[in-house]
């Protein structure tokens, strides 16, 4: 079993950064992907970004130029640093973290704000 927990969303003026994390817990091993997600009220689910156990990374058209994946793999933990964020970017945050046998574990959220 895997444990994830966000932390550090929170309201923010449009142009800001945050830094968000992942922290996970448990059974790390065989994993493949960590990745953050959003979901805005009213909308589906949205890839954010991702970075596999290899270092690749992915991300939506949207964040480009503006958001960074890492990983801290000493701590077991996974970064979302968002820069120049849009009232757009607002949305409720999830973090992902899939095994290489396609098991699934989701963190709870934070909510991330960015005011006009």
């Known amino acids: 079993q895997v444990q994830l927990v966000e932390s550090g969303g929170g309201l923010v003026q449009a142009g800001g950064s945050l830094r968000l994390s992942c922290a996970a817990s448990?059974?790390?091993?065989?994993?493949?992907?960590m990745g953050w997600y959003r979901q805005a009220p009213g909308k589906q689910r949205e890839l954010v970004a991702t970075?596999?156990?290899?270092?690749?990374?992915n991300y939506a058209d949207s964040v480009k130029g503006r958001v960074t994946i890492s990983r801290e793999y000493a701590k077991n933990t996974a970064y979302l640093q968002m820069n120049s964020l849009k009232p757009e970017d607002t949305a409720v945050y999830y973090c992902?973290?899939?095994?290489?046998?396609?098991?699934?574990?989701w963190g709870q959220g934070t909510q991330v704000t960015v005011s006009s």
């Open positions: 970075i596999t156990s290899g270092g690749n990374r």
């Open positions: 992902k973290l899939r095994k290489s046998d396609c098991r699934e574990y």
């Open positions: 448990g059974s790390m091993f065989n994993t493949n992907v």
